[in-house]
């Protein structure tokens, strides 16, 4: 059986090329596009993404690519900022609507009692439920964050961190999953997420 393809979606995000290259250390080339109809045929869809919500999702309108985001039936997973844009808002930029694959709002991070923002480095992780994607992740394993803005927890979070409070980290509805921290830049754990998603053990 062939691999899976995987394409990287160009969302015009810094972290791309780090995200292509933590996949070619697991063997798996992946193609960086913002064809519709190579994002389409892909088996296996990643939507990266640093810096505001609305760049991001104004990259996308541009690029004509809400449309076909929304109508992906093979697995979707959202990294850093490709993760917010899957909720139905965020409070950035004044309020930006976003891709609504998943129900809530992204809220800011509020500063203060030591709390400092935006949150940067590693913070442990805390599984709430049992998924494909998560499979050889522990309670307390440590992933790297860079953010401003969150997601909070609801019945969709896979795993939630704290940071002056809890908020969501990994999510999952149906075929789309989301991973607010950074897996290029998270050893072990960010390896394992991405492999998961890779090999297909997040369509079981």
Known sequence: MSPPT????????????????ALKRLGVSAELTADPVTIEAADR???PGVGAAGAGMRQLREAGLVRVLRGLRQP????????QLLFEASDEDGGVQCLGL????????TPGHGVRVPHMGWNTLTL???DPLI???????????VH??????????????????DYAAVVRLGNRWGCQFHPERSAGVGERILANFVAGQADE
Do not use: E, K
């Open 6 to 21: 995987v394409v990287l979606v160009d969302s015009g995000g810094t972290n791309i090329a780090s995200v292509r290259f």
């Open 45 to 47: 869809v990643i939507l």
């Open 76 to 83: 979707l997973l959202g990294v850093c900022l490709g993760m």
């Open 102 to 109: 998943l129900p809530g709002r992204v809220q800011p991070i």
């Open 128 to 130: 709430s439920s049992p």
């Open 135 to 145: 499979r050889g992740l522990g309670d307390g394993d440590r992933a790297y964050f």
């Open 148 to 165: 401003s803005y969150a997601a909070p927890v609801d019945d969709h979070t896979l795993a939630s961190t704290h940071h002056g409070r």
